[in-house]
């Protein structure tokens, strides 16, 4: 077998869902993230949420008495086409490519079919996008030169619209992070902050913390201080998943990003409900979706390309509680 890949790959239509779009926002990856992913909802790409009447019992009596309709909250997310392209040398991308396959006990490795190399490039490629997608959703900028620009982030919007409005997100004071204790103290500020709505969301397993590492490693450590055998064990086995009075810490894991953007705050955490954000992915509205993968004989490269549409927002800013360092 030569070191060279070269048989062209090219998805559309139902295919370009089902083989490589579907299974990158969706499953337990996609659920990790601590918000709602949205995939080829309808065009212009709404964002829902119910807040469900209370007071619906009545005495009974003959006749029709029926209740006001649930309110209903809409946000409209905007969508912008972008394109990922990748590049590889065709030895290096072979190495790439052969190392997912290889150590996988079912395959033949005598006699690889192209069915066993179109998923591992497919997986390849996949994986670069669902990173990009990730980071642009918590770091973007439209209005930057360059680097994340292709849709604006949360992080973007959330420091636009933080103030002391109704309409405004609230912000409580960020504490710094090289103190011990600092992160379990900052949680309980912004719990305290948060209004009784979204507290009392709690019940429904829905709030969330979404952190960068340097407050999720301060809580941990406070989480591992102390001599008890629970806290010895957490010590040489880890915790598994952070929680703060029953809420998941999610770690955005975006403070490589932060660092290179430079623009952005680079501590954060946001007490929110997971409906509340929301990242959207689209390849059926779009004239022109697709994912190709060919080798180009004449700079002797493999090269990737995809083109869809994504976006992100927040949909209440009364169901968010910030707090991040100054820039």
Do not use: H
Not at 46 to 52: D, G, P, Q, V
């Amino acid at each position: 077998m030569g070191k060279i890949i070269e048989n062209p790959k090219n998805y559309t239509g139902n295919e370009l869902e089902t083989v490589f779009f579907r299974p990158l926002v969706s499953g337990p990856d996609a659920l990790e993230l601590g918000i709602r992913v949205m995939y080829n909802m309808p065009v212009p790409t709404t964002l829902n949420f119910w807040k469900r009447g209370t007071d619906l019992l009545q005495r009974y009596a003959a006749g029709w008495k029926g209740s006001e309709a649930a309110d209903k909250y809409q946000k409209v997310i905007q969508l912008y086409k972008v394109k990922a392209e990748m590049g590889y040398a065709a030895e290096d991308y072979f190495a790439m490519v052969y190392e997912r396959i290889v150590g996988r006990p079912e395959v033949n490795l005598g006699d690889l079919s192209g069915t066993e190399l179109e998923e591992a490039e497919t997986t390849l490629f996949r994986e670069a996008i669902a990173e990009a997608i990730r980071a642009t959703m918590w770091v973007g900028d439209t209005e930057r030169a360059s680097g994340f620009n292709t849709f604006d982030g949360f992080l973007k919007r959330l420091v636009a619209d933080t103030g002391t409005g109704e309409e405004d997100v609230k912000r409580v004071a960020m504490l710094p992070m090289g103190t011990a204790g600092n992160a379990e103290k900052l949680f309980r500020a912004i719990y305290a902050a948060a209004p009784a709505q979204l507290r009392a969301m709690k019940a429904d397993g829905r709030l969330v913390l979404l952190v960068t590492r340097d407050v999720a490693e301060n809580y941990e450590e406070s989480l591992l201080s102390g001599s008890l055998d629970s806290v010895r064990a957490a010590r040489i086995n880890g915790i598994d998943r952070l929680s703060f009075r029953g809420i998941p810490v999610v770690d955005i894991q975006a403070e490589g990003y932060l660092e290179t953007v430079g623009d952005l705050p680079a501590s954060w955490a946001i007490l929110t409900d997971s409906r509340n954000l929301a990242v959207a992915v689209n390849t059926a509205d779009f004239p022109g979706s697709e994912v190709s993968m060919w080798y180009n004989p004449d700079q002797m490269e493999n090269r990737q390309r995809a083109t869809f549409m994504a976006g992100g927002d927040y949909l209440l800013p009364e169901l968010i509680v910030t707090a991040y360092s100054e820039i």
